[in-house]
């Protein structure tokens, strides 16, 4: 079992902070780098060496699709989960074809991200708790940090 470093990849200030305090709060894994560009995160994920990449698929500039396809081009790549706040199929479907490893939208982030997570990488501890919270208090520490 081990512990994953994060790298976040968004534009908003606000989902950042909001992603960052349910990491914290519901597992033991640590965020080892935030852009807010796809420019950024292509110069500085091979540089923090990630196990997992939460992605914005609507990125600026560049967008997401073009982060997924550098980080596969990496020597170590890490797994790729993709967020967005649309939620339609088309989203989904561009992720899946770029090769991402899940797909997340974001109205569901509170109630799904850790046992994503936690599909994505089974060895890994699951929380720092004993057993994860129900899903009630994370959805509410989700809304609280927001």
């Known amino acids: 079992m081990k512990r994953l470093n994060i790298f976040i990849v968004d534009d908003s200030q606000v989902f950042i902070r909001s992603l960052c305090g349910v990491?914290?709060?519901?597992?033991?894994?640590?965020?080892?780098?935030?852009?807010?560009?796809?420019?950024?995160?292509?110069?500085?994920?091979?540089?923090?060496?990630?196990?997992?990449?939460?992605?914005?698929?609507?990125?600026?500039i560049s967008g997401g699709i073009k982060v997924i396809y550098s980080i596969r081009k990496m020597p170590k790549v890490p797994k790729i989960l993709?967020?967005?706040?649309?939620?339609?199929?088309?989203?989904?479907?561009?992720?899946?074809?770029?090769?991402?490893?899940?797909?997340?939208?974001?109205?569901?982030?509170?109630?799904?991200?850790?046992?994503t997570i936690e599909k994505l990488f089974p060895e890994t501890i699951k929380s720092k708790l004993v057993k994860l919270p129900k899903k009630a208090s994370v959805k509410k520490k989700f809304k609280e940090l927001n």
């Open 23 to 60: 990491i914290s709060t519901f597992s033991i894994h640590k965020i080892v780098g935030i852009a807010d560009t796809a420019e950024k995160a292509i110069e500085l994920i091979p540089r923090t060496n990630p196990d997992l990449v939460l992605l914005d698929i609507s990125i600026p």
């Open 82 to 115: 993709v967020v967005s706040f649309n939620n339609s199929d088309v989203y989904s479907k561009m992720a899946k074809a770029a090769h991402a490893d899940d797909f997340l939208w974001k109205a569901d982030i509170s109630d799904k991200l850790i046992p």
